[in-house]
């Protein structure tokens, strides 16, 4: 018989890397925000009537840990075609409103749709077709600057690809590298700035043109002109699509069709930027303060 012999410190390396692995497995779906559980439903079915869709929030609650509630029961509606912007302080569960809609988290109650459809009732594969994300913090693979951009809509075309890039600012950026649309980047690849990382994820999500948009407005500073350039970008993008803004700085806000002012998982204030100014609240004096500060 032979006799397979594994030393016990090789078992404790095996184990160490299996570990290590899972590690960083989870490392990588907290880093997507995205955790493993939330399914397809058997019975689950593609999202319909996509046209110009009306998204709703009625009622939502939500808790990352049970005893932590983060949402306490918002309801709010992006009319069809329209931008909502949500506004408040830090840790307030603004961000927490996007991963809900991308529907990377379940809600505990309450239900949010699309069209009237549950979104807990449909694949995820056709809810995210419906939807682009410019995140706070794009996440660039390592492959070349086309590949980027095209990564929502892998059938497009160079031309179409340029388009999207061009719209979004970034085409003479590409243009002007030796190896120009083919330019490796990434973390293994050339570098990009905060500016031009989120110049990619508009070009992408130009090129995706899906009917709901997700802007979450970088937290870090871009410089202001670089800020203005991209805010333009993002008013752009937003035409005729059902648009809600994670807006960080009030000047994204002026032109929503309503701002939510979000504080501690509530809204405690709603309308539209006049309204909220003659209500001198709580949003009256953050655009007070802002205007200061610039
Ligand atoms: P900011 O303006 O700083 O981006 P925000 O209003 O977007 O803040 P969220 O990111 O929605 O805030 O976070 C709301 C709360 O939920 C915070 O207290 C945060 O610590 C917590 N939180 C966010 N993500 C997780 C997570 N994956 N697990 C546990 N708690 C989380």
Redesign the pocket.
């Known amino acids: 018989m032979i006799q397979i012999y594994i030393p016990l410190n090789f078992l404790g390396v095996i184990y160490r890397e299996i570990k290590q692995n899972l590690v960083d497995l989870d490392k990588m779906f ?1 880093l997507m ?1 995205r955790p493993q559980e939330v399914q397809d439903r058997p019975d689950a079915t593609a999202l319909t009537d996509l046209a110009t869709p009306t998204v709703r929030f009625e009622n939502v609650r939500f808790a ?2 049970a005893e ?1 509630p ?1 949402l306490h029961g918002l309801s709010f509606e992006i009319p069809a075609g329209k931008t909502v912007a949500v506004v ?10 996007s ?1 809900l809609l991308y529907r990377f988290y379940d809600v505990q109650e309450g239900r949010i749709t699309i069209a009237g459809q549950d979104i807990r009732q449909v694949t995820q594969a056709s809810l995210r077709r419906a939807i682009g994300i410019v995140p ?1 913090d794009t996440v660039l693979f390592n492959d070349s600057i086309a590949f980027n951009i095209a990564y929502g809509r892998t059938d497009a075309s160079q031309e179409e690809i340029e388009q999207a890039a061009r719209a979004a600012h970034i085409h003479n950026f590409i243009a002007a590298q030796p190896q120009g649309y083919a330019t490796t980047v990434g973390e293994r690849g050339l570098k990009l700035s905060g500016g031009e990382k989120q110049r990619v994820a508009i070009a992408r999500t130009l090129l995706k043109d899906p009917p709901i948009l997700i802007f979450d407005e970088a ?1 870090s500073a871009l410089d202001s002109a670089n800020e203005r350039a991209i805010q333009a970008e993002l008013r752009a993008a937003a035409q005729g699509k059902t648009t809600l803004v ?1 807006a ?1 700085r009030l000047s994204t806000v002026v032109d929503a069709h309503e701002i939510l002012v ?1 504080d501690a998982g509530q809204i405690v204030e709603r309308g539209n930027h006049q309204q909220l100014l003659a209500l001198n609240g709580r949003y009256a004096s953050m655009w007070a303060l802002q205007q200061q500060s610039t």
């Open positions: 907290t925000d990352y840990e932590r983060i408040g302080p830090s840790g307030a569960g603004k961000s927490t409103l991963r706070q937290t994670i960080h979000l």
